[in-house]
């Protein structure tokens, strides 16, 4: 039996280090796509959704402290309809995984190692997490909270850095030029911080529980304001018509931008590496997620033994998209799916578990297991 070891910084900063990952590269891209210099407005936008989505399943959560979502899904609309819902959950995080290192794949195989097959690098990278995932909730948040300076730091320097380039011009008008458009792409940078749901998990081993509403939003806040900093920095940079003619702006950012005195005249390669780990610690939480509320559906005590056993369908899920284009539509298009599951259903179950009056048991000074 292990104690709640896991404080509002812990939770925080796994938050942060989940949400910054894959997507960072191709976001100005998503962002532009849909409200051309009204980028970094539309990223705000879609931060703003994904709070209050974050908000609802918090809020959820903090109703049964001593359960996850899998278990209180259950005791809110009975054992077979909650079911259903943990099925589709866990189907779509295997999904998201798989999409994850995918995209990993291509980004490694196009910029730095031309000549090695995506397979290779995909089956390294979900190798690497699936061993990780080993490990009980208490460690996953050690293995977070460790990685969290290194990604942030960087990456803000780098936005921090660019700004030397910017025309202000380039983010006028601030509304875009076609609003209609904004919708879709508030869904779509919306659907890049569904990784949060990993919270959770960490809620029934959080020393206090009653805390997780201010981890919430401080983790979603520091993630979405690096976001809006990173989108608004590209966007004043190269434009938005050219940004439309990269396939991952925030990579060539990074190589438009060096550190004074020239001491590095390119970042792309130190970006890359500090990308790596972000990578690495979103994958983590989503393959954690996914064999974690897979133990709990079956009522197993221990999450280990479908570490390796789901690495082969994930992998399979990884390598079916044809080509970069088709994966970044399947990547949209599963995101904006996605807020189905990660935001209206646990709205739903919040709304009837206050009608109904369902709430679990106070926290008591007792020993809990956090892979119970």
């Known amino acids: ?191 890049l911080f569904q990784g949060t749901f990993v919270l959770t998990a960490v809620i029934p081993a959080m020393k206090k529980p009653s805390k997780a509403m201010k981890a919430s939003l401080w983790g979603i806040l520091i993630a979405g304001g690096l976001y809006v900093i990173i989108v608004a920095a590209a966007v004043s940079v190269f434009g938005s018509e050219e940004i439309k003619q990269l396939l991952w702006p925030t990579l060539e950012l990074a190589k438009a931008t060096s550190l004074p005195a020239n001491i590095l005249e390119r970042l792309d390669a130190a970006f890359l590496a500090v990308w790596v780990t972000a990578v690495f610690t979103t994958l983590f939480s989503s393959y954690y997620l996914t064999i974690y509320f897979i133990s709990h559906l079956f009522r197993l005590r221990e999450h280990k033994q479908f570490s390796y056993f789901l690495l082969p369908f994930v992998f399979v899920t990884a390598m079916l998209p044809q080509n970069i284009v088709q994966m970044y539509e399947i990547i949209e298009s599963v995101g904006r799916i996605g807020l189905y599951i990660t935001i209206v259903y646990p709205t739903l179950l919040l709304f009837i578990s206050i009608l109904r009056k369902k709430r679990g048991n106070p926290i008591a000074n007792q020993m809990v297991d956090p892979n119970r």
Do not use: C
């Open 1 to 191: 039996m292990e104690s709640r070891q896991i404080t509002v910084i812990q939770a925080a900063a796994i938050l942060v280090s989940t949400i910054i990952g894959v997507g960072v590269l191709a976001l100005p891209l998503f962002a532009v796509q849909a409200a051309d210099s009204g980028a970094p407005l539309v990223t705000m936008l879609g931060v703003l959704l994904a709070v209050i989505g974050l908000v609802l399943v918090t809020l959820l959560s903090m109703r049964f402290p001593n359960h996850t979502f899998i278990q209180y899904s259950e005791l809110i609309i009975g054992k077979s309809l909650a079911r259903i819902g943990s099925v589709l959950i866990i189907i779509f995080f295997s999904i998201l995984t798989s999409l994850t290192a995918r995209e990993f794949g291509e980004v490694v195989v196009t910029s730095v190692l031309r000549s090695t097959p995506v397979e290779v690098t995909v089956i390294v990278m979900l190798l690497l997490a699936a061993i990780s995932t080993r490990n009980n909730i208490i460690t996953f948040a050690y293995i977070h909270t460790f990685y969290f300076p290194l990604l942030l730091v960087p990456v803000l320097l780098i936005a921090a850095l660019s700004l030397k380039n910017a025309e202000v011009i380039n983010l006028l008008p601030v509304w875009g030029t076609d609003p209609k458009k904004m919708l879709k792409g508030m869904l779509t940078i919306a659907a």
